[in-house]
C-alpha cells in the first residue's frame, strides 16, 4: 500500500478516520503501519481515545497532517447532518490520488426495506440515535461524483439477520 500511495521508502502514509469514535480504527490502521488520524465529535469518546494515547481532535481542532493518504468514513456519513459538505471537507483533506473509503447502511437491504421504521438500521436501537441519512448505493455515488470523488468499487451488502426480519 505504501508504494502505491507514492510515499517514499521509510515515510508512513496518513491516514484520517472522521467519525471515529475512541478511535479502535486508528491503532489497528497504525499497526498496518499508517500514521492515524481521528476527528469525533463526542467529548466522552475523545477523552477515552486521547486516555488511550491515540491523536483525535474534535471538528475544527487542528490535526497533525494537513492532508492525508487516506480518509475513511466507518458508519459515519449517515449521522451527519450535511454529508456533501462532509465529503467535500474529506476530498479538500486528501492527497492527490487520495483515496476515501467509507461504509454505510444500505437502504436497499432488505430488513431496511420490510421493516421500515422498526429497522435498527433506521433508528439505531436503543443505544444509539437513528440515521437521518440513507443511500442506495446509485445515490451514494451521485453524492460521491457532487463532492468531487469518482468511485473506484461499491458493494452493496445486505443484512441476513432472520431474527430481527421476523
Known amino acids: 500500500l505504501k508504494s502505491c500511495l507514492g510515499r517514499d521508502a521509510g515515510q508512513a502514509p496518513t491516514t484520517l478516520d472522521v467519525g471515529c469514535g475512541v478511535a479502535n480504527s486508528l491503532a489497528v490502521a497504525a499497526d498496518h503501519g499508517f500514521a492515524a ?18 491523536a483525535v481532535n474534535f471538528p475544527g481542532e487542528p490535526t497533525r497532517a494537513e492532508r492525508f493518504d487516506a480518509v475513511t468514513m466507518w458508519e459515519t456519513l449517515e449521522h451527519i447532518s450535511d454529508p456533501l459538505a462532509a465529503l467535500q471537507d474529506a476530498h479538500a ?10 461504509s454505510v447502511p444500505n437502504l436497499n437491504a432488505p430488513d431496511i426495506r420490510s421493516m421500515r ?7 439505531g436501537g436503543p443505544a444509539w440515535p437513528g440515521h437521518i441519512n440513507l ?12 463532492a468531487g470523488f469518482e468511485p473506484l468499487h461499491m458493494s452493496g451488502q445486505f443484512s441476513t439477520n432472520l431474527e430481527e426480519l421476523l
Open 93 to 102: 483533506r486528501l492527497l492527490p490520488d487520495g483515496l476515501l473509503a467509507l
Open 37 to 54: 488520524e481521528g476527528i469525533e465529535v463526542n467529548a466522552h469518546a475523545v477523552n477515552l481515545a486521547r486516555g488511550m494515547g491515540r
Open 117 to 123: 421504521g422498526d429497522s435498527l438500521q433506521i433508528h
Open 135 to 146: 443511500w442506495t448505493p446509485d445515490t451514494l455515488a451521485l453524492l460521491l461524483r457532487r
